[in-house]
């Protein structure tokens, strides 16, 4: 073990690890004796205690490489003041001017023998009483802007909450983003939902979403709440141009549970000014101002195409 000078939070003992920059600079250790790091968000001690089955192995702390503190797994959960209230944290990554980036309530290490199932029992609910709508949500983590003002919500796969869109409640899995004003960014759905596009309504649903974070998500909105984006597994789209007709619609593809049944392959459809970008293993660009786009529904969210529903996603 060793002691290791910082320039901005003094020394840190008990030292078992650690990494510099090439301009000498501590870019991250761990330790296994208590330290206490002065933040702008309160005394943190950083993990140090004796491995156990949930423990993260690794780096207790991180640094840029101006030296400040970039990120913190902390000893035990710690409250921390955010523009959300008071919440319980057991790891934060910060911006290099101090401020809290992402805040995780939970940290445990997802293994064989410690599954998220029982990661997700740790978890506790929290309240929210935001623009887009009141809920309360276990969350996995939580981001924010420079400013304090919450960016994007995480939540467990277990959950599911209710926000107000620009095209009305939706139920969302996973999370959603927001612009710092508090207006809606992004959300996931967790049902096929219709959404109105500037080529009629679609039904947006990716049933590929993976939510490790929320940042961005498959149903996209302007500041001013108008559609960006969104994915489909479940609408074709006619088109109509100078160039004459195409119909483009979701590739099928072999089912993860079963190879041998094919599942339709969620395709993106981006919508900026007058065009429209269709996005899959090619690009096909639309000029709306010329062309005429119909969408037409080829896979009905009401019909499970799949064998076991309890176990899959695909059809939502």
């Known amino acids: ?56 192995e690794g780096l207790s702390l991180e640094f840029f490489k101006s030296g400040q503190l970039k990120s913190i797994d902390l000893e035990e959960a710690t409250e921390v003041i955010t523009s959300l209230g008071t919440l319980s944290a057991e790891r934060i990554s910060f911006y ?8 995780f309530p ?111 998500n498959s149903v996209t909105y302007s500041p001013t709440g108008v559609l960006r984006s969104l994915i489909t597994g479940n609408n074709g789209l006619m088109i109509d141009s100078p160039e004459g007709k195409k119909f483009v619609q979701p590739l099928m593809k072999p089912g993860t549970l079963d190879p041998e049944v094919l599942v339709p392959e969620p395709m993106t459809i981006v919508f900026t000014d007058d065009k429209m970008e269709i996005i899959q293993e090619e690009i096909v660009t639309v000029d709306l101002k010329t062309a005429t786009v119909r969408s037409i529904l080829v896979h009905d969210p009401m019909k499970k195409s799949c064998g076991d529903c309890s176990s899959c996603s695909s059809c939502g």
């Open 106 to 216: 939970l940290n445990g290490r997802i293994n064989g023998y410690w599954t998220e199932n029982d990661e997700y029992t740790l978890a506790k609910p929290i309240d929210f009483n935001l623009a887009v709508g009141s809920f309360s949500a276990k969350v996995v983590s939580l981001c924010f802007y420079e400013s304090g003002a919450l960016k994007s919500l995480t939540m467990w796969p277990q959950e599911s909450i209710e926000i107000s869109s620009p095209d009305g409640l939706m139920k969302v899995r996973y999370g959603f983003s927001l612009y710092e004003n508090g207006n809606l960014k992004s959300f996931e759905p967790a049902l096929p939902e219709p959404v109105v596009t500037p080529i009629g309504i679609i039904i947006a649903y990716d049933s590929n979403a993976h939510g490790i974070n929320c940042d961005e």
């Open 96 to 103: 290099e001017n101090g401020r809290i980036h992402r805040l």
């Open 1 to 56: 073990m060793t002691t290791l000078q910082t320039e901005k939070y003094g020394p840190i003992t008990g030292v078992t690890f650690s990494e510099t920059y090439q301009n000498g600079v501590l870019k991250g250790c761990a330790v296994e004796e208590k330290n206490i790091i002065n933040t702008p968000v309160g005394l943190l001690v950083p993990n140090y205690g004796p491995s156990n089955l949930r423990n993260r």
